[in-house]
């Protein structure tokens, strides 16, 4: 135990920093920079087919309001039209009397 307190601090100092960096490396936190330049364009790429993927989904969904928007117009010229024949039909067809005779 003596022989720790005799150790002068810069060796200490030296012995913690190559412990730091020892447990760095096998835990995972220091790696080469080879490792993480693949694994920055891999994540790059990633991006990019998700950009891609939203910009699609963006289309779809474009084209469903789109779709959508002249459902509802169609849907209202019908209904207007149905209307117009109720009131053509309502006044060419002869009106019944109340008595029912």
Do not use: C
């Not at 030296?14 to 096998?26: K, M, S």
């Not at 998700?50 to 469903?64: F, G, S």
């Not at 006044?91 to 019944?96: A, L, N, R």
């Amino acid at each position: 135990m003596t022989e720790w307190l005799a150790m002068p601090i810069v060796q200490g100092g030296a012995v913690a920093l190559l412990a730091g960096v020892l447990i760095a490396i096998f835990t995972g936190r220091l790696v080469p920079r080879w490792q993480v330049t693949q694994l920055r364009a891999s994540d790059q790429k990633a991006l990019e087919r998700q950009a891609a993927e939203i910009e699609e989904l963006w289309k779809a969904y474009r084209a469903v309001d789109q779709a959508n928007r002249e459902l509802i117009l169609h849907s209202q010229d019908l209904m207007e039209t149905g209307r117009i024949t109720r009131q053509l039909f309502a006044s060419v067809t002869p009106q019944k009397d109340g008595d029912g005779a």
